[in-house]
């Protein structure tokens, strides 16, 4: 399958979770910008089959190169990000594990019992990310990692599916400032995410960063259903270094904040 399938079909899959982002696309379009897609951002466990690494392997097959690696201490995540150098209006992979290891033992037993239902080979098809969910969570299975974090019980509800996409914003033209995009988003009635500020980071560290806030879905567990926050649409600004070139990377800091745009607590206030 092509970069371009792959990326297609994720963008498909990602659609079904978070409609608005279409509408958020064809309002840009209306306005005669074209979109270009920044980063897409992946979520995983630090465990076996699944571990970043492992989920990495189809990307690095395709054609992505491994760039940088953060740490997200509060959160308790790992991240890498990758490119596509041959092209670079093909977007970023970014792909977060959660340190399974560094919650209770209740929790990890959950966490385990999850992945235990994935084979390697399922890991490795380049249509993994769009697979949806490959296990059978229960309710209160669900409500134990939410206790310790909404990421291990967004993954837990979710599986594996994009958790969002991004507009780059400087392919934008009338809205290449992210203050004036935001104001023209909020008056068209998109909500942004307005926890930290509704603009993380900054020129000085080179990205600036908003997003849209997660809408609900509801969820099938094995003994009932309930309503999650799903996910979120981004736009992102980068600056460029002393080099001229424009940065690549992502900032840690800024990013702890976006992650809540899916907290439980946060998106039903
Ligand atoms: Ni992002």
Request: glycine share 6%; proline share 3%; hydrophobic share 35%.
């Amino acid at each position: 399958m092509s970069i371009q399938n792959v990326l297609e079909n994720m963008w498909r899959d990602y659609l079904l979770l978070n409609p608005e982002a279409q509408r958020v696309v064809d309002t840009l379009l209306a306005e005669g910008e074209r979109i270009v897609n920044d980063h897409i951002a992946l979520r995983t466990f630090n465990v076996g089959v699944v571990a970043l690494e492992e989920c990495a392997k189809p990307f690095l097959a395709l054609g992505y190169e491994e760039k940088d690696e953060y740490f997200f201490e509060a959160k308790k995540l790992r991240a890498k990000h990758y490119e596509y150098t041959a092209d670079p209006n093909t977007p970023k992979i970014f792909i977060s594990e959660l340190l399974v290891n560094e919650f209770s033992i209740d929790f990890q037993a959950v966490v385990n019992s999850l992945v235990s239902y994935i084979s390697d080979d399922q890991v490795q098809q380049t249509d993994f990310f769009h697979s949806g969910r490959p296990w059978n969570v229960s309710l209160s299975q669900h409500e134990t990692l939410l206790g310790e974090s909404d990421y291990g019980a967004w993954m837990a509800a979710i599986g594996y599916r994009p958790n969002h996409f991004t507009v780059s914003i400087n392919n934008l033209k009338k809205y290449s400032d992210i203050h004036t995009l935001n104001d023209f988003l909020k008056s068209k009635g998109f909500k942004l995410n307005s926890s930290g500020g509704e603009v993380k980071g900054a020129p000085h560290v080179f990205l600036e960063q908003s997003s849209t806030v997660a809408n609900k879905v509801g969820v099938e567990f094995t003994d009932g259903k309930k309503e999650i926050p799903s996910c979120y649409f981004e736009f992102a600004k980068r600056y460029p270094l002393d080099s001229g070139e424009l940065y690549q990377g992502f900032i840690a800091k800024s990013a702890d904040k976006i992650f809540e745009s899916t907290n439980t607590y946060r998106a039903s206030q």
